[in-house]
């Protein structure tokens, strides 16, 4: 409606119509423009018989199917069915909020709103008809006058009743929409089956203060297992070009994030999993997380819940920071992997896992990163105090280990570059004992292995060697360690008999006989080795796999004057 016309044209009797008319619309919507639509949430409150929760919208009629509710209120759920089904001439759409702060589920002492959702009704952000676009809609909780500069001001129960069965999740499915400046709980997930979404600053499972989990539901005990169960889930094929970004997520029963059914380009960068808003784990930071295993969830246990799973092809997963992963579980359950990475061509970088924002090393209840696929890179990032493999009986086997390759795709061109990550434990029997192996039979015998480089000289800093030793196996198969032209990577370690990566020193590259030499960054204390660990740079160096093939770490920790240290550990 164009009110913009002059009113000196209109009868008497109809200014009065549309002028009280004006008067609910410009509460709940803007109008049209070449800009866009503007849609104002005005109403904490899930209003509306069970008739009408599909086709009640805040300002927007269309025949007989869509049209205002009669109490003239727009809230969220209106808003989102409206941006769903208005022609793709009103998009794009700006969904914001002013709501008053004498709305019954206003939280003075906070300075927050809690939006509720019944979840027993279907929420999605869908299209009218199949031949629409759709999407193109921007959900802000920043738009909210007054309110708290520290978190969202606007909360989201998607589980306003409190059902055991959990919350209603947002579902979403269309593409290039933008979510952020949100705080979910009740257990509901932001489910984008679509691309070109991007989801930022939004916290999921805490407390409105932030300083902690928010079950999703209390009330039964089986409800409680499940804690805060929600996460940002891309399950689609057509689930591509996503950004995560910078959001908070803990107690999510299901991976916080997850790629599944073959998602493509997706970013999963800066998010904080597992934490609290701070970046904290408020457990004992002495002995680290509680990771004892029981099935009920425990209130004096911290929960922080499951990491991240790719799947598909080339998504990026960077500088996000795990902490505090657990969960309740029976004791022969696989406890939670923080990053779970499978498919192809995924960089893995810049990542922390088992330390928080304050340099706690409380670590997480599972393995560091599990690999499987091809062609992925994982450097630079930091593991403190992962968990051993997925069973208690894995102490000592290939799972025994912080990152592990459990299956992996052969032949020319196939490579995962596994490199320059520091890895870090403490001396518990349930930290592994080593930085990076390979699962049997997933992984050729002749990569499981190979020996990386060896040292041969240290003086200072000034370092050289060879390739390493063959290896010999079971019926007297050799293994052979050439590495022509091979990248050697230099760790430092510590005499504890753990093969660990506590810092990345140097890097050099090999001869075509495998003789190298490299410069640390700085001097070897007294109580440090070296750790070397080998990449091919051509095919078909180890077994058939490609350039860019990554080995494990050296069993042997060299030491100045040519000193080697074997601890008895390795087996």
């Known amino acids: 409606m164009n009110f913009a016309k002059p009113l000196k044209a209109i009868g008497a009797g109809l200014l009065l119509i549309l002028l009280a008319s004006w008067a609910i619309v410009s509460q709940v919507r803007a109008d049209v423009s070449g800009a866009g639509t503007v849609i104002i949430v005005n109403s904490t409150e899930d209003l509306a018989n069970s008739t009408n929760y599909d086709n009640h919208t805040c300002g927007y009629t269309s025949g007989a199917i869509y049209f205002p509710a009669g109490d003239g209120k727009c809230t969220l759920r209106r808003a989102i069915l ?66 708290r500069s520290d978190g969202p001001k606007i909360m989201v129960n998607t589980n306003r009743d409190n059902l055991a069965t959990f919350g209603r999740s947002l579902e979403v499915r269309t593409s290039d929409n933008i979510i952020r400046n949100l705080g979910f709980i009740g257990g509901g997930q932001i489910i984008l089956y679509e691309g070109g979404n991007r989801v930022e600053n939004v916290w999921m ?21 499940s804690m805060a169960r929600g996460g940002i889930i891309m399950p689609n094929e057509a689930s591509d070009n996503n950004v995560i970004v910078n959001n908070v997520i803990i107690g999510a029963f299901e991976r916080a994030i997850r790629i599944t059914s073959g998602g493509d380009s997706n970013q999963i960068t800066g998010n904080y999993i597992g ?17 004892t295993r029981e099935l009920d969830y425990n209130g004096s246990f911290w929960y922080g819940g499951q990491g991240i799973q790719v799947t598909g092809s080339n998504n990026t997963v960077t500088n996000n920071r795990l902490a505090g992963l657990h969960m309740p579980q029976s004791t022969n359950d696989t406890p939670p992997i923080a990053l779970e990475i499978s498919g192809s061509g995924h960089t893995v970088t810049g990542n922390v ?22 062609n992925h890179l994982v450097e630079l990032n930091t593991i403190v105090h992962s968990r051993n493999g997925f069973e208690p009986t894995d102490d000592g086997t290939d799972f025994d280990t912080a990152i592990l390759t459990q299956s992996f795709e052969t032949g020319s061109g196939k490579w995962i570059t596994v490199r320059k990550n520091t890895v870090i434990d403490a001396g518990q029997a349930t930290h592994p004992d080593h930085v990076y192996r390979f699962a049997s039979p997933g992984v050729p015998v002749e990569l499981r292995q190979f020996n990386p480089a060896k040292v041969t000289s240290i003086n200072g800093t000034a370092v050289s060697g060879t390739q390493g030793d063959n290896a010999v196996i079971a019926g007297g198969t050799i293994i052979s360690a050439a590495c022509p032209n091979c990248t050697i990577y230099l760790y430092a370690d510590d005499l504890d008999g753990r093969i660990e990566a506590k810092e990345f020193l140097g890097q050099a590259t090999a001869n075509a006989s495998g003789s190298w030499t490299a410069t640390l960054s700085r001097p070897l204390t007294d109580s440090e080795g070296l750790r070397t660990q080998s990449m091919t740079n051509g095919s078909s160096v180890i077994f058939n796999f490609g350039a860019g093939t990554t080995s494990k770490l ?17 087996r």
């Open 205 to 225: 499972g805490l407390t409105a203060d932030g300083s902690g989990l928010s079950l999703a539901s209390d009330a039964t005990t089986q409800a409680m297992r």
């Open 554 to 570: 050296s069993d042997a920790l060299y030491r100045p004057a040519s000193s080697v240290y074997l601890p008895m550990i390795i």
């Open 82 to 147: 409206e941006a769903g089904v208005r022609p793709d001439g009103d998009r794009p759409i700006s969904i914001q909020f002013n709501i008053p702060t004498s709305d019954p589920n206003y939280n003075a002492s906070l300075q927050v709103w809690e939006v509720q959702i019944d979840e027993s009704y279907e929420w999605e952000l869908d299209r009218r008809f199949i031949t629409d676009d759709g999407g193109q809609v921007t959900v802000d909780g920043n738009t909210q006058p007054g309110g």
């Open 275 to 291: 934490l609290n808003a701070d970046g904290l784990v408020p457990s004992p930071h002495s002995s680290g997380v509680n990771c």
């Open 353 to 374: 896992i088992g330390r928080d924002v304050a340099n706690h090393n409380v670590g997480v209840c599972g393995q560091g990163i599990l690999l499987q696929g091809t």
